[in-house]
Nanobody
Framework: QPVESGGGLVQAGGSLRLSCAAS????????IGWFRQAPGKEREAVSC????????YYADSVKGRFTISINNAKNTVYLQMDSLKPEDTAVYYC??????????????????WGQGTQVTVSS
């Protein structure tokens, strides 16, 4: 299962970097997605790194502020979050799509999910 870390409390305008480490497997050519869920809201796609296609995808709400990347040596995917806003507050989940099925933004596409890490942005 993927394991997330790096969440926390930050002021608006600040930055956080989330990590998603592969435990017991390697990311290989899978699609690695980040999702978030705020209280009372549906799970929302944030970003995806398609290792097979070598392409990154972002939700419009985070484009230009978040960056997804991978450190192959550490078998870890990162989500760098800059210029954070209070509306970014949510539990963030890392997920792995073993079949590389599109669309990247559909949670049902993903096969393995981490436990989530809380991100809180204060105003």
């Amino acid at each position: 299962q993927p394991v997330e870390s790096g969440g926390g409390l930050v002021q608006a305008g600040g930055s956080l970097r989330l990590s998603c480490a592969a435990s017991g497997f390697t990311f290989d050519d899978y699609n690695i997605g980040w999702f978030r869920q705020a209280p009372g809201k549906e799970r929302e796609a944030v970003s995806c790194l398609s290792l097979g296609k070598g392409r990154a995808y972002y939700a419009d709400s985070v484009k230009g502020r978040f960056t997804i990347s991978i450190n192959n040596a550490k078998n870890t995917v990162y989500l760098q979050m800059d210029s954070l806003k209070p509306e970014d507050t949510a539990v963030y989940y890392c997920a792995v799509d073993l079949l590389n099925v599109l669309p990247w933004s559909d949670p049902d596409t993903y096969d393995r999910w981490g436990q989530g890490t809380q991100v809180t942005v204060s105003s």
